[in-house]
Antibody
Framework: QVQLVQSGAEVKKPGASVKVSCKTS????????IHWLRQAPGQGLEWMGW????????HFPQKFQGRVTMTRDTSVSTVYMELGRLRSDDTAIYFC???????????????WGQGTMVTVSS | QSILTQPPSASGTPGQRVTISCSGS????????VYWYQQLAGAAPKLLIY???QRPSGVPDRFSGSKSGTSASLAISGLQSEDEAAYFC?????????????FGPGTTVTVL
């Protein structure tokens, strides 16, 4: 079955970077866009962008441009999200999520990773 | 401050019908489709509805979605105890800064 398994919790200092991985299995990696989202403690969901695992193409909202990088390694069916210049308000659970339909960037996010807690604290 | 607005809470007794509203604008719900997610405590969100009123496989038909103008609604009929969760609406927003996928703040449903 489709699985997205994320890397473990991280604690980082302000100004540092964090890289979260999302290892996929159970489907053809290159066929489905992957999105990244985050959820601050007790808050709602915030979309951070998507990556096309086939081409490596990606799109981020303006808020994260210049600070977020999304990459993929097709040999291990894994996507990565790196967020730089961390601040305390970046403390959140970070999720990867796969589209429902292949080749689509509708953002019908059907399969989710378990989440990775990133804590930014001095 | 969310671009989409939802009531913070809703409640009902088992078997009742509960409706959750999601209000947006002409740049999001007014021109794009709507999604609904359910998030149980401590879990990742789950897609309940896409394309306004379509359910992915495995989602009970007790959940239904609709849209009118710049607002959308999620209805839960035959409320069950396992429906106690947070519910988020989402839509693409065509802002001047480029398209973004935006969420409502969430509605917590309590089964009394």
């Amino acid at each position: 079955q489709v699985q997205l398994v994320q890397s473990g919790a991280e604690v980082k200092k302000p100004g540092a970077s964090v890289k979260v991985s999302c290892k996929t299995s159970g489907y053809t990696f290159s066929d489905f866009y992957i999105h990244w989202l985050r959820q601050a403690p007790g808050q709602g969901l915030e979309w951070m962008g998507w990556i096309n695992p086939n081409s490596g193409g990606r799109h981020f909202p303006q808020k994260f441009q210049g600070r977020v990088t999304m990459t993929r390694d097709t040999s291990v069916s894994t996507v990565y999200m790196e967020l730089g210049r961390l601040r305390s308000d970046d403390t959140a659970i970070y999720f990867c999520a796969r589209e429902l339909f292949s080749g689509s960037i509708d953002a019908a996010l059907y399969s989710w990773g378990q989440g990775t807690m990133v804590t930014v604290s001095s | 401050q969310s671009i989409l607005t939802q009531p913070p809470s809703a409640s009902g007794t088992p078997g009742q019908r509960v409706t959750i509203s999601c209000s947006g604008s002409s740049s999001n719900i007014g021109k794009n489709t709507v999604y609904w997610y359910q998030q149980l405590a401590g879990a990742a969100p789950k897609l309940l509805i896409y394309s306004v009123n379509q359910r992915p496989s495995g989602v009970p038909d007790r959940f239904s979605g609709s849209k009118s103008g710049t607002s959308a609604s999620l209805a839960i009929s035959g409320l069950q105890s396992e429906d106690e969760a947070a519910y988020f609406c989402a839509a693409w927003d065509d802002s001047p800064n480029g398209p973004g996928y935006v969420f409502g703040p969430g509605t917590t449903v309590t089964v009394l």
